[in-house]
């Protein structure tokens, strides 16, 4: 009798290349959420600075 090939999905272990690009890919994306992050923060510390110093505002509550 002549046995028939059928086609099975095989399973296979994880692909090492795969899952070096998909770490590098996610790394790449949540370090520069966190720059983008850490540029704003800045920004806004450095335009505290500036208007302390201009004198628009201040961290002294006013007396009344």
Same mark, same amino acid.
């Given at each position: 009798?002549?046995?028939?090939?059928i086609?099975?999905?095989?399973?296979?272990?994880?692909?090492?290349?795969?899952? &070096?690009? &998909?770490? %590098?890919? %996610?790394?790449?994306?949540?370090?520069? %959420? *966190?720059?983008?992050?850490? *540029?704003? =923060?800045?920004?806004?510390?450095?335009?505290?600075?500036?208007?302390?110093?201009?004198?628009? &505002?201040?961290?002294?509550? =006013? =007396?009344?």
């Open positions: 009798m002549a046995s028939s090939k086609a099975h999905a095989t399973l296979k272990g994880p692909s090492v290349i795969k899952e &070096i690009v &998909i770490g %590098l890919a %996610l790394g790449l994306f949540a370090g520069g %959420l *966190w720059k983008m992050h850490h *540029w704003n =923060e800045q920004r806004r510390t450095r335009a505290f600075y500036d208007m302390l110093e201009k004198g628009e &505002i201040s961290v002294v509550v =006013e =007396e009344e």
